[in-house]
């Protein structure tokens, strides 16, 4: 359960945006658009490949 602590004549957008950052740091709405189809463990193997080679160039690129 994520709780939010508030202090003393806190704004209630301020308390809220608190609460987004926290609940989007569980990752939970990541997991369910995840679930919502099967993914093979090769394709997902594969994303995860093109994925490093993408960043491993970027990387390359700044030096």
């Known amino acids: 359960m994520i ?3 508030l202090k003393e004549g806190e ?3 301020r308390a ?3 609460f987004k950052r926290k609940f989007e740091k569980t990752g939970v709405i990541r997991e369910l658009r995840s679930r ?3 993914v093979k463990p090769s394709v ?3 994303e995860e490949i093109k994925k490093a ?5 970027m990387q390359e690129n700044e030096e």
């Open 16 to 18: 809220l945006k608190k």
């Open 3 to 5: 709780i939010v602590p």
């Open 44 to 46: 997902r193997r594969r």
């Open 36 to 38: 919502q189809a099967f």
């Open 53 to 57: 080679q993408y960043v491993q160039k």
């Open 11 to 13: 704004n209630i957008e």
